[in-house]
Nanobody
Framework: QVQLVESGGGLVQAGGSLRLSCAASGSIYSIYAMGWYRQAPGKQRELVAAAPTGGSTIYADSVKGRFTISRDNVKKTVYLQMNSLNPEDTAVYYC??????????????WGQGTQVTVSS
């Protein structure tokens, strides 16, 4: 079975940095995209950054210039380097991937979520 396991969240002061990691594993035929979403309490889940396979990365306007998404295709891992963090970045961050399993249809998969808290 396919799963995503993420790590790297924590508590950081404003202006600090964190790096999130998310590794895909299981009976995977192909990964078409990997990315990051976040959700604050009472707010909608929003796309933070995405990295389509062979395509251009995209970023939410609120994180452009501060966050960088990258992928290691050998490790089937996506990273989110977060710099110049501010309290508005506080949320649960979820890894997402569009994956075709060896058997079955292509589907979206989600990590378990990791809390990022930025204090002022």
């Amino acid at each position: 079975q396919v799963q995503l396991v993420e790590s790297g969240g924590g508590l950081v002061q404003a202006g600090g940095s964190l790096r999130l990691s998310c590794a895909a594993s299981g009976s995977i035929y192909s990964i078409y995209a990997m990315g990051w979403y976040r959700q604050a309490p009472g707010k909608q889940r929003e796309l933070v950054a995405a990295a389509p396979t062979g395509g251009s990365t995209i970023y939410a306007d609120s994180v452009k210039g501060r966050f960088t998404i990258s992928r290691d295709n050998v490790k089937k891992t996506v990273y989110l380097q977060m710099n110049s963090l501010n309290p508005e970045d506080t949320a649960v961050y979820y890894c997402n991937a569009q994956i075709r399993p060896i058997f079955g249809p292509t589907n979206d998969y989600w990590g378990q979520g990791t809390q990022v808290t930025v204090s002022s």
